[in-house]
């Protein structure tokens, strides 16, 4: 059981991470380059500044990713913690920096928790950051058993869903979801400058939306994207093959529309020079429905409740439901013929069912986490 931690670098992740051990009575230290950091976190209650002369459990490392394996080696020499791990968005070339470098590269798990926020520092750090969110983990083939459920735990404690992979994948989905959108957006954000002033009066949400993930700071991301380069330099192709259709497509309909304003000749309805572009909109159209309907399978989980027998017990079952915050039309009732038994089925937030379970089998119900059903409702509200 983890009782003691340390967070070296006190930025939004690390200051969100001692915030949300803490409130499970972990005590948590915290180190940092730059004093005020780690006492701006210390102040929002994430820890205390400066290390004990003996082990923690487990040390977070939260520093750029170029850093990360400097910083590993010079804490497993100073004996800081039994276990550590890190949250560079950066992978597999980490991990073999750890296996020439580490002292003991089996107390390490790489991680990365998949949360952020516009802003950054440790004001901007949250204790419920972490909560429904995937954590993924990249553990070694020398990776010890104990190094792993201390930093499930400590997981646990921050509320999120931890998803094991190998470190390349990382590298190359991260690339695609996450580093490349952040370019685009910066992108799309450096247009605005060669915008007039008046035309800012006209831009509304869409805007926002697309620009709201453009880089603040821009060390963090050089580091970043150095690190993960041909992956997201891989992504980055792809989306300029699409920018060329799409720019080939606008200039041919340009010219068209130049060249029937100056004949007398029909005017072409332009359909067929359009089918490239809207080939392009589609794919994207298709792409955010895919997107949304993993998230949610992603982040679900269905539970099975068996109702009792006699009159009353289904509302029963419903009031005690509605208490988990369960509500009656999130629920699809399923009879059984073979057995002649009627049972319940929901849908919930992936990281809440394990307890759900738990609190109807003390509540005496017989329930169990099962695998999707079709026709289950979306997730309930918890």
């Not at 963090?220 to 041909?230: E, G, K, Q, Y």
């Not at 089918?275 to 429905?289: E, K, S």
């Amino acid at each position: 059981m983890i009782r003691t931690m340390a967070v070296v670098g006190t930025g939004l992740i690390g200051t969100s991470i001692g915030l949300a051990v803490s409130r499970h009575g972990v005590k948590v230290q915290l180190l940092d380059k730059e004093e005020v950091a780690a006492r701006t976190a210390a102040a929002l209650g994430a820890g205390v500044v400066g290390a004990s002369d003996e082990p923690v459990d487990l040390a977070v490392i939260a520093v750029p990713p170029s850093a990360v394996g400097d910083v590993l080696a010079k804490l497993q020499a100073r004996g800081l913690a039994r276990t550590y791990t890190d949250v560079a968005s950066v992978k597999a070339q980490l991990a073999g920096e750890v296996q020439q470098s580490a002292a003991t590269p089996s107390s390490y798990v790489g991680g990365h928790p998949l949360a952020a926020r516009e802003q950054c520092g440790p004001l901007a750090a949250r204790a419920d950051l972490f909560e429904d969110r995937s954590w993924v983990l990249t553990p070694s083939e020398t990776t010890s058993q104990d190094a792993m459920n201390r930093v499930l735990e400590m997981i646990a404690m921050c509320g999120a869903v931890p998803v094991i992979m190998d470190g390349r994948a990382h590298d190359e989905a991260v690339a695609l979801t996450s580093h490349a959108p952040h370019v685009v957006a910066s992108l799309m954000a450096a247009r605005i400058q060669h915008g007039s002033r008046e035309s800012f009066r006209l831009a509304g949400q869409g805007l926002h939306d697309v620009t709201r993930m453009a880089v603040r700071d821009t060390g963090l991301w050089s580091d970043i994207l150095r690190a993960n380069a041909p992956a997201v330099a891989g992504v980055l192709r792809g989306l300029r093959d699409d920018l060329t259709t799409l720019l080939t497509t606008l200039d041919d309909v340009s010219d068209v529309s130049d060249v029937s304003d100056v004949s007398d000749a029909p005017r072409d309805d332009g359909s067929r020079s359009l089918a490239p572009m809207v080939d392009v909109l589609n794919r994207g159209a298709a792409g955010l429905a895919a997107i949304r309907g993993w998230q949610a399978a992603d982040r679900q989980a269905h539970v099975e409740v068996q109702v009792a027998e006699g009159p009353g017990q289904l509302i029963r079952l419903l009031d005690a439901l509605k208490a988990l915050h369960v509500e009656a039309e999130d629920v699809v009732p399923r009879y059984s013929t073979e057995e002649g038994s009627l049972a319940i089925t929901f849908a919930v937030p992936a990281v809440h069912a394990g307890q759900i379970v738990l609190e109807l089998g003390r509540a005496g119900w017989s329930a169990e986490s099962v695998a999707p059903v079709p026709g289950v409702p979306c997730s309930a509200r918890i």
